[in-house]
């Protein structure tokens, strides 16, 4: 059976990141490399904007997964994209957006 379209969601893409990162050691390059051949693919349907915020701090070292939920926070009206990640906070800095490194929760013991 031949589908018309396949739709691959951002969740779906960022899990194949992790899984291709972690359980098969690709490289971030091969990562890239394989995203980029099937969303080539001409009847598969992605966000396009949300892939290449994620390719694009992939290639700069950061975390696929990062870029893309600070792209579809952008999208839904968020300025400042927050984590405790630095490196991501760094990278998403450079691509010129707004970004602040949390610290702690404050949860601490007693608290």
Same mark, same amino acid.
């Given at each position: 059976? *031949?589908?018309?379209? =396949?739709? &691959?969601?951002?969740?779906?893409?960022? *899990?194949? &990141?992790?899984?291709?990162?972690?359980?098969?050691?690709?490289?971030?390059?091969?990562? &890239?490399?394989?995203?980029?051949?099937?969303?080539? =693919?001409?009847?598969?349907? &992605?966000?396009?904007?949300?892939?290449?915020?994620?390719?694009?701090?992939?290639?700069?070292?950061?975390?696929?997964?990062?870029?893309?939920?600070?792209?579809?926070?952008?999208?839904?009206?968020?300025?400042?994209?927050?984590?405790?990640?630095?490196?991501? =906070?760094?990278?998403?800095?450079?691509?010129?957006?707004?970004?602040? /490194? /949390?610290?702690?929760?404050?949860?601490?013991?007693?608290?």
């Amino acid at each position: 059976m *031949e589908a018309e379209a =396949v739709i &691959v969601g951002l969740h779906a893409l960022c *899990e194949m &990141v992790w899984v291709l990162r972690t359980s098969y050691r690709f490289s971030k390059a091969q990562i &890239v490399l394989a995203i980029e051949k099937l969303c080539g =693919v001409e009847n598969v349907i &992605v966000d396009k904007a949300a892939l290449e915020a994620g390719l694009e701090a992939m290639r700069l070292g950061a975390d696929f997964a990062d870029a893309a939920i600070a792209y579809e926070g952008r999208m839904a009206g968020g300025d400042v994209f927050v984590s405790f990640d630095r490196k991501a =906070v760094e990278v998403l800095a450079k691509l010129g957006q707004k970004s602040r /490194l /949390l610290k702690s929760l404050g949860t601490e013991r007693g608290k």
